[in-house]
């Protein structure tokens, strides 16, 4: 019973020396060599400063939703190009029109300057 599981095992102790062995090999032969930059807390892009409670732009999260967004409806586009002989005329034409709103939505974003960065 146990030796069906064999592979299972194989495959996760794999994996894990592919995840843990760059990391162990990178602190013991990588360069250590911090400075103040590199030590220096960072976080939205800007310096932090004494309050936690700040108010900073908003301009970050929408850029962050756009990309998520953008690149969640380009990742559709993968399984439909896999199987668009099966799925025909009727599958291509939803595609177009997915893609007809998408690009109108991303024209709107631009219309209205969100992608613009200052």
Do not use: H, Q
């Amino acid at each position: 019973m146990l030796e069906n599981y064999f592979p299972v095992l194989v495959f996760i102790v794999i994996a894990l020396a592919i995840g843990v062995l760059p990391l162990v090999l990178g602190k013991l032969f990588g360069p250590n060599r911090p400075d103040d930059r590199k030590c220096s807390p960072y976080e939205c892009g800007f310096e932090a400063f004494e309050d936690a409670r700040m108010k900073f732009d908003v301009r970050f999260y929408l850029v962050a939703i756009l990309f998520i967004l953008f690149d969640l409806e380009i990742a559709f586009l993968f399984p439909w190009a896999i199987i668009l002989k099966e799925i025909g005329t009727p599958g291509f034409v939803s595609m177009m029109i997915f893609l007809v709103i998408l690009v109108v939505g991303f024209i709107y974003e631009w219309m209205k300057g969100a992608l613009e960065w200052e």
